[in-house]
């Protein structure tokens, strides 16, 4: 009686191996292939930056380029609201007429697009104008302005403006817009 030897058929590991060296090469072709021959091209986002920016000396930020035009259409629908406040030193030389009010009288005039109360998901343009212990008194106050959906950051501007100047601050504040819907459309 012959004793039963119970292993691999030796044309099954033969054929085990050729399975595995022709996925081994077909992961490296996809992988190559994939990498150098045919790469997906991103196009490279490029913010514009309009003739008020420099003029102003406003800088801007964009934070999130893929959201961007989303937050544009919610702003174009009337999704937004306007979020102001003021980070001042303890003696503050901030007059009495600037007030949230003012700032949002601003914003305001500098939009086309009318508010719409109680949307779902709307963009937050939050402004901040901040006092600074600047000895220059063109530096001295700067005003923050950040574009968010949800909390996140997409577009943010910032610039200097002088206190007394109502002029100067609203053509800045229509830079901001205008600038924001520029950088959005693209």
């Known amino acids: 009686m012959k004793k039963r030897v119970y292993g691999r058929n030796p044309s ?3 054929n085990n191996f050729y399975t595995l060296a022709t996925i081994v090469i077909m992961t490296a072709v996809i992988t190559l292939y994939s990498k150098y021959i045919h ?14 920016q420099t003029a102003l000396q406003i800088t801007q930020k ?3 380029d893929k959201r961007l035009q989303e937050a544009w259409m919610l702003f ?8 102001g406040g003021f980070i001042l030193q303890e003696n503050s030389l901030l007059p009495n007429t600037l007030s949230l009010e003012t700032f949002n009288t601003f914003f305001e005039n500098s939009t086309q697009v009318v508010a719409v109360k109680n949307a779902q ?9 901040i006092e600074n212990e600047s000895v220059n008194p063109l530096q001295h106050f700067e005003l923050l302005v950040s574009f968010r959906i949800s909390a996140i950051e997409v577009f943010r501007m910032y610039t ?5 100047n109502d002029k100067e601050i609203s053509q800045k504040v229509e830079c901001i817009m205008n600038s924001f819907k520029e ?4």
């Open 12 to 14: 099954q590991i033969i």
């Open 39 to 52: 790469p997906q091209k991103e196009q490279a986002f490029v913010p514009t930056v309009l003739p008020c």
């Open 183 to 186: 950088n959005a459309k693209q």
């Open 160 to 164: 200097y403006f002088t206190v007394n």
């Open 121 to 129: 998901k709307f963009l937050n343009i939050k402004y901040e104008v």
């Open 76 to 83: 174009e629908q009337g999704n937004y609201m306007f979020d």
């Open 62 to 64: 964009i934070s999130n």
